[in-house]
């Protein structure tokens, strides 16, 4: 005779509709064509018992006959749950349809029944993107999960994966997105010269020791130039060395540079050091940048991107560093040269040792040695 306790879950659980499984997923497939958009949900059957009244017999299993009496209900929920729209906020559902449910004819792992729904959605003319609403089977399994991918006019598919906390995904074509990857990676450019006082203490470097505005121009194009090489190259894999190793060679190209203003009386063309330089100095780029771009499938614009961030950020500090020592007095000749200096000779010294000794500074911590 069964106890209280375990009469009591007895009467429970046959008292309870169909029971809600572990694991419950689903993945679905939608393909844009000009103002068509096609949806293919494969889900579980039993995830579609527990949300739409279809099992006639109480098997817990589908017959091609029940899944067809039950069209009705089933395209109202499947509609219900599972909404396209051209924006976002507000989220307005576009009109579609039921096209076709079929048992699958390839059961999943352990033979589970499957269920292949087809949808089918009218876009607006011109539409650059969808905001993608999945709400399926949530109400009696919260868990449930659906994996999503998106086929855009051919474009490379995208993918999404729709769980708890997670229900809208918003999709932009590659054209309307390269906009917002090109936007994006130029202020994320921007934002690591102005944050990056190791390149910030180079450039300075340099500045100190240009001769006129056209040698700082060469200099600046130099490092520019060769920096844009190696960030590109190492974005993209092309080549590959140690990040430790590219810290500590960029700390002592600081430190050399400030060092070479104080010792050298007549250093010669500053363009090459600044070229090669910058070929260091792109490989720190790239270690910045390289992990956010192994998500990115538009490589190509990111890096665009960033490096135009990061050359605007050098433009914009080398613009108001340069104005400042225009303004600031002192001796700019030096001996027999009649081109002189760029910044007075005061700043020149004092800027090329605080350079040094931050360079060696950088390049103790870097190792590890404080």
Not at 28 to 44: F, M, N, P
Not at 51 to 69: C, H, I, T
Not at 82 to 86: D, K, R
């Given at each position: 005779m069964l106890s209280p306790v375990l009469a009591s879950l007895a009467l429970a659980l046959l008292a309870a509709p169909a029971a809600l499984h572990p694991d419950s997923k689903s993945s679905?497939?939608?393909?844009?064509?000009?103002?068509?958009?096609?949806?293919?949900?494969?889900?579980?059957s039993l995830s579609l018992l527990e949300?739409?009244?279809?099992?006639?017999?109480?098997?817990?299993?589908?017959?091609?006959?029940?899944?067809?009496?039950a069209r009705g209900p089933l395209e109202r929920y499947l509609l219900e749950h599972?909404?396209?729209?051209?924006e976002a906020e507000p989220f307005a559902p576009l009109a579609g349809e039921l096209l076709g449910a079929r048992l699958s004819a390839a059961p999943g792992a352990l033979g589970e029944q499957r269920v292949v729904c087809e949808l089918a959605f009218t876009l607006p003319a011109q539409t650059d993107g969808l905001a993608v609403r999945v709400r399926l089977f949530r109400e009696r399994n919260?868990?449930?999960?659906?994996?999503?991918s998106l086929i855009w006019n051919d474009e490379e598919p995208a993918g999404f994966?729709?769980?708890?906390?997670?229900?809208?995904?918003?999709?932009?074509?590659?054209?309307?997105?390269?906009?917002?990857?090109l936007r994006a990676y130029i202020g994320l450019g921007f934002d690591h010269i102005r944050s990056g006082w190791d390149h910030l203490a180079f450039l300075l470097a340099?500045?100190?020791?240009?001769?006129?505005?056209?040698?700082?121009?060469?200099?600046?194009?130099?490092?520019?130039?060769?920096?844009?090489?190696?960030?590109?190259s190492a974005a993209l894999g092309w080549i590959d060395v140690p990040g430790r190793l590219v810290e500590l060679a960029i700390a002592l190209s600081i430190a050399y540079v400030g060092a070479e203003s104080l010792l050298v009386?007549?250093?010669?063309?500053?363009?090459?050091?600044?070229?090669?330089?910058?070929l260091i100095h792109g490989l720190g780029f790239a270690g910045f940048v390289g992990e956010s771009l192994i998500v990115e499938p538009l490589k190509l614009t990111a890096l665009a991107g960033f490096n135009l961030g990061v050359e605007l950020g050098q433009l914009a500090a080398v613009l108001v560093a340069a104005l400042a020592l225009r303004w600031l007095p002192g001796e700019r000749t030096y001996q027999d040269d009649p081109r002189g200096w760029f910044?007075?000779?005061?700043?020149?010294?004092?800027?090329?040792?605080?350079?040094?000794?931050?360079?060696?500074?950088?390049?103790?911590?870097?190792?590890?040695w404080l």
């Open positions: 679905s497939r939608i393909e844009v064509r000009g103002e068509r958009a096609s949806v293919e949900l494969s889900c579980q949300s739409v009244p279809m099992d006639r017999d109480g098997d817990l299993l589908l017959s091609p006959e029940e899944l067809e009496a599972y909404q396209l729209s051209v919260p868990l449930h999960r659906d994996a999503a994966l729709f769980a708890e906390g997670a229900e809208l995904w918003r999709f932009e074509a590659l054209a309307q997105r390269r906009f917002s990857v340099l500045l100190v020791a240009a001769r006129s505005v056209r040698s700082l121009v060469g200099v600046v194009t130099a490092f520019t130039a060769a920096h844009s090489i190696t960030l590109a009386r007549r250093p010669g063309a500053r363009w090459v050091e600044a070229f090669g330089f910058g910044a007075p000779r005061w700043l020149r010294r004092s800027g090329a040792l605080a350079v040094t000794v931050a360079g060696l500074y950088w390049f103790v911590e870097r190792a590890g």
